[in-house]
């Protein structure tokens, strides 16, 4: 048989009923045959590429009804749109109106000739690759609509679809919700210096560098020329911090050439928390946009985020995470007190349950730990 004729499905128990339809269509047409509907769900399952399917109704182990509704029930869109064609001894009535609520597409009596067989098939067969095609079309321009052309990321009208969701389901569980907006830093100047195509490979390379480092669950876009915007659910305070110097990281280690010139990139980035800094989607990043301003204020290649217990707190920046206490007292002791400076008060916080076990534990002690847990709030004025 010749190659590249459409490959279709012929099912009846009947050896003689499958020889003459294969005779019929093989010109035209490179058919299989199975003897009843199990055999033919086999094929269908091994095969992908069958596109039209002709059945008898009644046949052993599964008719033809059964497996006709077997393939509209498949979750596959290719079982539930296979065109089917019923083909069987007699024109009843009943049978024809259950085969068509069963799911077939057309009907035909075995005494049907040649010619009014071929044009159903070429019909059926026209019309099934003609929605393919529009469905491929459609699936094609939904992710034009939704996606940046430049980086592959969600642009602002798909961000502000997603996020608004899984706000709302936030809003359902009382949970958390963050959003970081984020610029590259000094991005006017690369693109002055190093030329338009630079600036491009900047943002692909920047673009990867935060989708890689969020959770399968988290949304990132690009909303701007430099600017990226990143949701994550169920992310209290301290996981957005967690999150924002690792994204602050993964960009500043990129190690980005172009035309042997190698380009220095970091970023900036703002956040704002659900319930914290408000309920909406626009007030949230109204409020990681201020705190973005305020990282870049601030020298840029670090974060803002909010204080803990002010709703209309600008936020303070943080040019780095907050050291582990044992890399706290190695600092002190190399004299690298500088670097401790932004978070002494994190860090006073984090010994007040030690203080209050020792309190606990010795009656001579006694720390004031109210004192302690005052002087770490002044701190973070």
Same mark, same amino acid.
């Given at each position: 048989?010749?190659?590249?004729?459409?490959?279709?499905?012929?099912?009846?128990?009947?050896?003689?009923?499958?020889?003459?339809?294969?005779?019929?269509?093989?010109?035209?047409?490179?058919?299989?045959?199975?003897?009843?509907?199990?055999?033919?769900?086999?094929?269908?399952?091994?095969?992908?590429?069958?596109?039209?399917?002709?059945?008898?109704?009644?046949?052993?182990?599964?008719?033809?009804?059964?497996?006709?509704?077997?393939?509209?029930?498949?979750?596959?869109?290719?079982?539930?749109?296979?065109?089917?064609?019923?083909?069987?001894?007699?024109?009843?009535?009943?049978?024809?109106?259950?085969?068509?609520?069963?799911?077939?597409?057309?009907?035909?009596?075995?005494?049907?000739?040649?010619?009014?067989?071929?044009?159903?098939?070429?019909?059926?067969?026209?019309?099934?690759?003609?929605?393919?095609?529009?469905?491929?079309?459609?699936?094609?321009?939904?992710?034009?609509?939704?996606?940046?052309?430049?980086?592959?990321?969600?642009?602002?009208?798909?961000?502000?679809?997603?996020?608004?969701?899984?706000?709302?389901?936030?809003?359902?569980?009382?949970?958390?919700?963050?959003?970081?907006?984020?610029?590259?830093?000094?991005?006017?100047?690369?693109?002055?210096?190093?030329?338009?195509?630079?600036?491009?490979?900047?943002?692909?390379?920047?673009?990867?560098?935060?989708?890689?480092?969020?959770?399968?669950?988290?949304?990132?876009?690009?909303?701007?020329?430099?600017?990226?915007?990143?949701? /994550?659910? !169920?992310?209290? #305070? @301290?996981?957005?911090?967690?999150?924002?110097? &690792?994204? $602050?990281?993964? *960009?500043?280690?990129? %190690?980005?050439?172009?035309?042997?010139?190698?380009?220095?990139?970091?970023?900036?980035?703002?956040?704002?928390?659900?319930?914290?800094?408000?309920?909406?989607?626009?007030?949230?990043? /109204?409020? !990681?946009?201020? #705190? @973005?301003?305020?990282?870049?204020?601030?020298? &840029?290649? $670090?974060?803002? *985020?909010?204080?803990? %217990?002010?709703?209309?707190?600008?936020?303070?920046?943080?040019?780095?995470?907050?050291?582990?206490?044992?890399?706290?007292?190695?600092?002190?002791?190399?004299?690298?007190?500088?670097?401790?400076?932004?978070?002494?008060?994190?860090?006073?916080?984090?010994?007040?349950?030690?203080?209050?076990?020792?309190?606990?534990?010795? %009656?001579?002690?006694?720390?004031?730990?109210?004192?302690?847990?005052?002087?770490?709030?002044?701190?973070?004025?």
């Amino acid at each position: 048989m010749k190659e590249g004729k459409p490959l279709i499905l012929i099912v009846d128990d009947s050896p003689t009923i499958r020889m003459s339809l294969k005779r019929a269509v093989q010109d035209e047409f490179q058919p299989l045959e199975a003897e009843d509907g199990e055999a033919a769900w086999t094929l269908l399952l091994q095969n992908a590429n069958i596109e039209l399917l002709i059945t008898d109704l009644t046949m052993p182990h599964l008719d033809g009804f059964g497996l006709i509704r077997r393939l509209r029930e498949n979750p596959a869109a290719r079982m539930q749109n296979l065109p089917v064609i019923v083909v069987t001894g007699a024109d009843d009535t009943a049978a024809r109106e259950r085969a068509f609520h069963a799911g077939a597409n057309d009907f035909l009596t075995k005494d049907s000739d040649r010619i009014e067989l071929l044009a159903r098939l070429r019909a059926h067969l026209k019309l099934a690759q003609t929605l393919r095609q529009l469905e491929a079309s459609q699936h094609e321009l939904r992710a034009q609509a939704n996606t940046d052309p430049l980086t592959g990321l969600a642009n602002r009208r798909f961000f502000d679809e997603i996020a608004s969701k899984e706000l709302s389901l936030m809003r359902r569980q009382q949970d958390y919700f963050c959003v970081l907006t984020i610029d590259i830093d000094h991005f006017k100047a690369v693109n002055d210096t190093y030329g338009h195509p630079a600036g491009d490979e900047i943002l692909k390379r920047v673009a990867a560098a935060l989708s890689g480092n969020l959770r399968e669950e988290d949304t990132v876009a690009r909303i701007g020329g430099e600017e990226f915007v990143v949701c /994550s659910s !169920a992310t209290n #305070r @301290l996981a957005s911090i967690v999150l924002a110097e &690792r994204l $602050r990281k993964a *960009v500043e280690s990129l %190690a980005i050439e172009f035309e042997g010139r190698r380009i220095p990139v970091t970023i900036s980035l703002g956040i704002a928390l659900r319930p914290l800094d408000g309920d909406d989607l626009q007030a949230l990043l /109204s409020v !990681a946009d201020k #705190r @973005l301003y305020r990282a870049k204020q601030d020298g &840029r290649n $670090r974060f803002c *985020v909010a204080d803990k %217990a002010s709703q209309d707190d600008d936020g303070f920046a943080v040019g780095r995470i907050c050291p582990r206490m044992d890399a706290a007292l190695a600092m002190i002791r190399h004299g690298n007190l500088h670097r401790l400076k932004p978070h002494l008060s994190t860090l006073l916080e984090e010994l007040i349950p030690f203080l209050e076990l020792v309190n606990q534990q010795s %009656a001579e002690a006694q720390v004031d730990v109210g004192l302690i847990r005052e002087i770490a709030e002044n701190l973070q004025d």
